[in-house]
């Protein structure tokens, strides 16, 4: 086996580490990011990894191994089949039929069982698990662990009287990727704050541009958002929520050269057409180069948004190159979208919406795993890899009597980092609907710029 060190760095090759700014489970703001789940991956590597655990340890105390579901569950059985040690398998929760057994396996009364632990942090998962183990009438009394991330979860366990085995600390990994020259001085300087329990200060994180956006972004609708964001200096979505076929194309001719994209309410038009609203829409929207968006708010189960979205007069799926969708139905709800992309909708932009920061955060989680997904529509910043869409833009008012509340370009990209802007009132209830569009991409693209800086 090679050293210590080099083994430690053919695991690295992997990504088991990260670093920036991560939230951790607690909320706290964390330097590093630790993940040991893909070395189960590299069978070499886990025999390796079984071998430098079980060199370290009394082997002879020990009739049986145990491994922390899930993470260390692979390494445990790499183990037992090292050692020749029993495996017996912990369950997260007892099962909810038949034996209702937690620990499966053959194991008898009063043997001593090794606990496999991947990452050791504040002992609290390990102080959990260990009575569960001990209340089967098995021993625990040592605990071996790949790495301990060094915020007091060792010494936790050995005041309670379990021994703790560390292949790796945190210090020493963090030397060895110094010395190897992945680490900056500044990223150093943030860990060591972190592991003497000190709230690490971030720099305030610079938004990324459309062009790194480009690079984070795979779903062909961002990418040809952001190519036309780009070509026309443009950040703006024209929202069209007027009530006639001749007003719809009347203003999208006007304010055509000026956005990325027109977004309907194709249902509050009183005269739709498929011959003589979308085909005529879509000769504009070619000619002037943007997209449709639909601003549907689909919210129901998948067959039904599929139904509604390929069906009835205005068959949305034949036309439109994105739609708006809540996540309300959960994930597959938004399996039905497959051939456009779609813009989560993640907070709303009324006063007294229930998107409050739980449901937000919720929402966000099956927008960002949904491959149909690229945007979403909030009133906060998202991650990077979804484009932001705000509406609730206008540079005039601060509202309307009906609940909706506004901000200007400048607020939304400053704050919020926003990447496309949406404006409905305040451009086609002007008096000059060409000049307000005008001045909306003026202000969106000076704004984005500012909020580069
Ligand atoms: P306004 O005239 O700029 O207020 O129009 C805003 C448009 O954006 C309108 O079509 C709304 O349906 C849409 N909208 C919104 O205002 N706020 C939201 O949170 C969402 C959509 Br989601």
């Given at each position: 086996?090679?050293?210590?060190k080099?083994?430690f760095?053919?695991?690295?090759?992997?990504?088991?580490?990260?670093?920036?700014?991560?939230?951790?489970?607690?909320?706290?703001?964390?330097?590093?990011?630790?993940?040991l789940?893909?070395?189960?991956?590299?069978?070499?590597?886990?025999?390796?990894l079984?071998?430098?655990?079980?060199?370290?340890l009394?082997?002879?105390?020990f009739?049986?191994?145990?491994?922390?579901?899930?993470?260390a569950?692979?390494?445990?059985?790499?183990?037992s089949l090292?050692?020749?040690?029993?495996?017996?398998?912990?369950?997260?929760?007892?099962?909810?039929y038949?034996t209702?057994k937690?620990?499966?396996?053959?194991?008898?009364?009063?043997q001593?069982?090794?606990?496999?632990e991947?990452?050791?942090?504040?002992?609290?998962?390990?102080?959990?698990t260990i009575?569960?183990?001990?209340?089967?009438?098995?021993?625990?009394s040592?605990?071996?662990?790949?790495?301990?991330?060094?915020?007091?979860?060792?010494e936790?366990?050995e005041?309670?009287?379990y021994?703790?085995?560390?292949?790796f600390?945190i210090?020493?990994?963090?030397?060895?990727?110094?010395e190897?020259?992945?680490?900056?001085?500044?990223?150093?300087?943030?860990?060591?704050?972190?592991l003497?329990?000190?709230?690490v200060k971030?720099?305030?994180?610079?938004r990324?541009?459309?062009?790194?956006k480009l690079?984070?972004?795979?779903?062909?609708?961002?990418?040809?958002?952001?190519?036309?964001?780009i070509e026309k200096?443009?950040?703006?979505?024209?929202?069209?929520?007027?009530?006639?076929t001749?007003?719809?194309?009347?203003?999208?001719e006007?304010?055509?050269?000026?956005?990325?994209?027109?977004k309907?309410h194709?249902?509050?038009?009183?005269?739709?057409?498929?011959?003589?609203t979308?085909?005529?829409?879509?000769e504009?929207?070619?000619k002037h180069?943007?997209?449709?968006?639909?601003?549907?708010?689909?919210?129901?189960?998948g067959?039904?948004?599929?139904l509604q979205f390929?069906?009835?007069?205005?068959?949305?799926a034949?036309w439109?190159d994105?739609?708006?969708?809540q996540?309300?139905?959960?994930?597959?709800?938004?399996d039905?979208?497959?051939?456009?992309?779609?813009?989560?909708?993640?907070?709303?932009?009324?006063?007294?919406?229930?998107?409050?920061?739980?449901?937000?955060?919720e929402?966000?989680?099956i927008?960002?795993s949904?491959?149909?997904?690229?945007?979403?529509?909030?009133?906060?910043?998202?991650?990077?890899?979804?484009l932001l869409?705000?509406?609730?833009?206008?540079?005039?008012?601060?509202?309307?009597?009906?609940?909706?509340?506004?901000n200007?370009p400048?607020h939304?990209?400053?704050?919020?980092?926003?990447d496309?802007?949406?404006?409905?009132?305040?451009i086609y209830k002007?008096t000059?609907?060409?000049?307000?569009?005008?001045?909306?991409?003026?202000?969106?693209?000076?704004?984005?710029?500012?909020?580069?800086?």
């Amino acid at each position: 086996m090679e050293n210590k060190k080099d083994f430690f760095l053919e695991c690295y090759k992997h990504g088991i580490m990260k670093f920036g700014q991560f939230t951790l489970k607690s909320g706290i703001e964390s330097p590093f990011y630790v993940d040991l789940r893909p070395l189960a991956s590299d069978p070499k590597i886990l025999i390796n990894l079984a071998k430098y655990l079980l060199e370290m340890l009394p082997l002879d105390n020990f009739d049986l191994i145990c491994g922390v579901p899930y993470a260390a569950l692979p390494m445990a059985t790499a183990m037992s089949l090292e050692s020749h040690l029993p495996l017996i398998i912990k369950r997260k929760e007892a099962k909810q039929y038949g034996t209702k057994k937690l620990i499966e396996g053959l194991y008898s009364k009063g043997q001593n069982c090794l606990l496999v632990e991947d990452v050791i942090t504040s002992g609290k998962s390990l102080l959990e698990t260990i009575p569960e183990i001990e209340n089967e009438g098995i021993k625990v009394s040592d605990v071996v662990v790949v790495l301990d991330r060094g915020q007091g979860g060792k010494e936790l366990l050995e005041k309670k009287g379990y021994r703790v085995h560390t292949l790796f600390t945190i210090q020493e990994v963090c030397g060895i990727l110094k010395e190897e020259g992945h680490l900056l001085d500044e990223e150093i300087e943030r860990i060591n704050t972190f592991l003497a329990g000190n709230i690490v200060k971030f720099e305030e994180k610079k938004r990324y541009s459309y062009q790194q956006k480009l690079t984070t972004n795979d779903h062909s609708v961002a990418q040809i958002i952001l190519n036309l964001a780009i070509e026309k200096k443009s950040n703006l979505i024209a929202s069209a929520d007027v009530l006639t076929t001749k007003e719809l194309l009347e203003l999208a001719e006007k304010v055509g050269p000026h956005i990325v994209a027109l977004k309907t309410h194709i249902d509050i038009l009183s005269d739709f057409d498929m011959e003589k609203t979308i085909i005529p829409l879509k000769e504009i929207a070619k000619k002037h180069n943007f997209l449709l968006m639909e601003d549907r708010k689909f919210a129901d189960i998948g067959n039904t948004q599929e139904l509604q979205f390929g069906h009835g007069i205005y068959k949305i799926a034949e036309w439109a190159d994105f739609v708006t969708s809540q996540v309300i139905g959960g994930y597959e709800s938004l399996d039905c979208f497959r051939n456009v992309g779609v813009v989560a909708i993640i907070g709303m932009s009324s006063k007294g919406t229930l998107t409050d920061n739980n449901y937000q955060t919720e929402a966000l989680n099956i927008a960002m795993s949904h491959p149909n997904v690229f945007g979403g529509v909030a009133q906060k910043k998202l991650p990077e890899n979804i484009l932001l869409f705000t509406p609730g833009v206008n540079l005039e008012s601060k509202g309307d009597s009906k609940g909706q509340q506004y901000n200007t370009p400048e607020h939304v990209f400053q704050n919020l980092h926003t990447d496309f802007i949406i404006v409905g009132r305040g451009i086609y209830k002007s008096t000059d609907i060409e000049k307000s569009a005008l001045q909306y991409k003026i202000e969106g693209w000076n704004a984005y710029e500012n909020s580069l800086k």
